[in-house]
């Protein structure tokens, strides 16, 4: 009976980067729920043993995706906020953070049964891992983009929440209007009305 291949390091990474990157795009189109390891198997053409070798469970998987797309999206946000450092610059960030929320909506709205199922299935240490403390980054936004407040941080803070919860209204919006160009005028007009 022939050995099996044994995967470098290298090997493993490669076929990690790859199911993650095909986790967040059938996350995205499908849901948790019927994203299946069979199939993430076949589009990344390996054996369903060779995934729960660097997988013990469908919800590994998940857990590694989610938390490199919140990591992706906060070095971004920052990055945008350090180069430019300007009000400009930090409405330009939360547009491509809604542009995010809008391609991935379990970035958001984590009460559909889908993300609960997901998470239900998470040790408690790993849903305290995935958990995002807007707060502390909001705080460190404006550290990065240079800026000061013209209004009490807590009502900063509740503006742009709102404003980014919009996202749950596009359903409604985009019947009349085109609520990405909606989202940016308010975006544009609250920066200059909150920051000095």
Known sequence: MPSKP?????????IRQKLEELCEEYWTLQGYKKTSI???????????GTFYTLYPTKEDLFFD???????RL???FLDTNKNRQTKEGFAESMKELFREYDNKPFLYNVNTPDFQ???????????????FNSLDFFR???????????????QAYGIFSALLSTISAKETLCVTCDYLAVFDFMVDKLVTDIFE
């Open 6 to 14: 044994v995967l470098s390091d290298t090997d493993k990474e490669a």
């Open 38 to 48: 069979k199939h993430l198997c076949e589009k990344a053409a390996i054996s369903i």
């Open 65 to 71: 995706t989610i938390r490199k797309i919140q990591k």
């Open 74 to 76: 906060t070095e971004k």
């Open 117 to 131: 199922l997901f998470i239900s299935k998470l040790p408690d240490e790993a849903i305290e891992q995935i958990k």
């Open 140 to 154: 460190q936004t404006i550290h990065t983009a240079g800026l000061k407040l013209k209004i009490k941080e807590a």
